[in-house]
Nanobody, 118 residues
Framework: QVQLVESGGGLVQAGGSLRLSCAAS????????MGWYRQAPGNQRELVAA???????NYAASVEGRFTISRDNAKNTVYLQMNSLEPEDTAVYYC????????????WGKGTLVTVSS
């Protein structure tokens, strides 16, 4: 059974930082690209960042230079370091697996809420 469990969301002021974590079951993590997506109220779910098993990354233009995705293959965990947060970053952030660095896969976590206050 595939499991993706996110953590690290919360409330932060604009300009602040948060780090999200996603712990994945071993089978899905070791073979796949891992990604972070987000969905704000009234908006479609969008790619934030993705990373291949070998460390190739892809970022949305809106987060380039502020967010960093990384993975610890020994811990089956993918991280999203978010700096210089803006109110527009407020959304539910979802971990994703099974896709490519540009397209979403079939496996999703339940999401973690990030709220950035102005």
């Amino acid at each position: 059974q595939v499991q993706l469990v996110e953590s690290g969301g919360g409330l932060v002021q604009a300009g602040g930082s948060l780090r999200l974590s996603c712990a994945a079951s071993g089978s899905i993590f070791s073979r796949n690209v891992m990604g972070w997506y987000r969905q704000a109220p009234g908006n479609q779910r969008e790619l934030v960042a993705a990373i291949s098993r070998g460390g190739i990354t892809n970022y949305a233009a809106s987060v380039e230079g502020r967010f960093t995705i990384s993975r610890d293959n020994a811990k089956n965990t993918v991280y999203l370091q978010m700096n210089s947060l803006e109110p527009e970053d407020t959304a539910v952030y979802y971990c994703n697996a099974g896709g490519t660095i540009t397209t979403r896969g079939d496996y999703w976590g339940k999401g973690t809420l990030v709220t950035v206050s102005s």
